[in-house]
């Protein structure tokens, strides 16, 4: 084998290498990922996810914001319980309005 053509190997693997992490990197600059990154850094997102808390492996309660409202979801096992509470539990009750006593 002659001098320039193990040169020539050599420079042909280093080439190739290049292309593999320059893929790699592109990938990871501009890949699938990147989509998700963009959309997340918008401050306008109408649903954020406030807190979530594992139950079990199969099993997660998640708050969840929307447009102020909060709600608690139960996720797993194939089923989904939304609970949100009713705005009379969450307002104090009115207190009972004393009427004027009808003047004779």
């Known amino acids: 084998m002659d001098v320039i053509e193990f040169f020539r190997a050599l420079a ?11 893929a ?6 501009y ?3 990147a989509i998700g990154r963009a959309i997340a850094t918008r401050q306008d997102r109408r649903l ?8 079990d492996p199969t099993r997660r309660l998640v708050v969840v914001s929307l447009d102020g409202e909060e709600r608690l979801v139960l996720l797993g096992e194939g089923h ?5 509470p009713k705005p009379a539990a969450l ?3 009115p207190s009972p309005v004393a009427e004027p006593e009808p003047v004779a």
Do not use: H, N, Q, Y
């Not at 954020?48 to 139950?55: C, D, H, P, R, Y």
């Open 12 to 22: 042909a693997l280093a080439f190739t290498l290049g292309l593999i992490g320059l």
């Open 91 to 93: 307002a104090p009750a």
């Open 80 to 84: 989904l319980l939304d609970w949100t």
């Open 48 to 55: 954020k996810v406030v807190e979530s808390l594992a139950l």
């Open 31 to 33: 890949g699938p990922d």
């Open 24 to 29: 790699a990197w592109a990938l990871r600059k």
